[in-house]
């Protein structure tokens, strides 16, 4: 396991890695979840191996930190995860980033372009206010502090065993400042900065979650828009095959 301070007042983001080449894949989960859980499948498999693998997990979530002082935007999240790989010695990474982890590795990419070579985003969320179906809209329903006091139990048994089993591990101040964050969304904003990227871009959108907005827009911007087939949300663990093709630039 790996730290580096992501708030000037001493506060640890973690991450684990496994050896090998470069580029490095730098993989971040969603929301209220961790990176191994998501991810650590997908790396080991044959068609990925050989790459150095950093599995990182964002403020407040998993085995990283979670300072009370902490604001937990997107902006901040992001600069967090650029604390990741300047610690790691990394330029031109791919960052496999699902959900809000694909927000925060938007605006990293806007924030800190030497950082990114390569975005494969599943599920992202690119604009404000997403729909009132999305996780973050259980949790930013509850003024802070309810959701500190009781909010989050009850959100928990919402949520279903897969992603309460996560979940459960964030701090909930941390998670609800993460939700109203990416509820707020960026300047620019993130679909905004997926449109101008030049760089290679894919996005994973699962078969059962519906037709992405403005999906022309984004393949008219050369985004790769992919549709997974029985996949939801989840699409590395609902379509394991599908998703480890993407990411080797195969699917």
């Known amino acids: ?16 890695e496994t050896p090998g080449e470069e580029p490095a894949r730098v993989y971040v989960h969603g929301l209220g979840s961790v990176s191994t859980v998501y991810h650590a499948h997908i790396a080991a498999r044959p068609e990925l191996a050989g ?14 930190d979670r300072p009370e002082h ?3 935007t997107l902006e901040e999240h992001a600069d967090a995860l650029a604390a990741v790989l300047d610690t790691a010695r990394l330029t031109g990474a791919e960052l496999i980033a699902h959900s809000m982890g694909g927000s925060v590795a938007l605006v990293l990419a806007h924030r800190r372009p030497d950082l ?15 729909p009132a179906t999305a996780g973050s809209t259980w949790i930013d329903a509850y003024a802070e502090e309810d959701f500190v006091a ?14 309460a089993a996560t979940m459960r591990l964030a701090d ?23 449109e101008d990227l030049p760089i290679d871009r894919v996005y994973l959108q699962g078969e059962l979650s519906g037709e992405l907005e403005g999906r022309k827009t984004l393949e008219a911007s050369g985004v790769r828009v992919v549709t997974v087939p029985g996949a939801g949300h989840n699409v590395m663990l609902d379509n394991p095959d599908a998703f480890a093709a993407a990411v080797a630039g195969r699917g």
């Open 51 to 64: 790459r150095r693998s950093l599995f990182v997990d964002l403020p407040g979530h998993g085995i990283s």
């Open 1 to 16: 396991m790996r730290q580096a301070e992501f708030d000037g007042r001493g506060s640890r983001i973690r991450w684990t």
């Open 116 to 130: 990114v070579s390569r975005l494969v985003l599943t599920e992202a969320n690119l604009d404000a206010a997403p």
């Open 70 to 72: 902490f604001g937990y």
């Open 150 to 163: 009781g909010g989050h139990a009850r959100v928990l048994e919402k949520a279903g065993p897969l992603w």
């Open 172 to 194: 909930p101040r941390a998670l609800h400042r993460s939700a109203v964050g990416l509820r707020r969304g960026s300047a620019p904003m993130m679909r905004a900065i997926l």
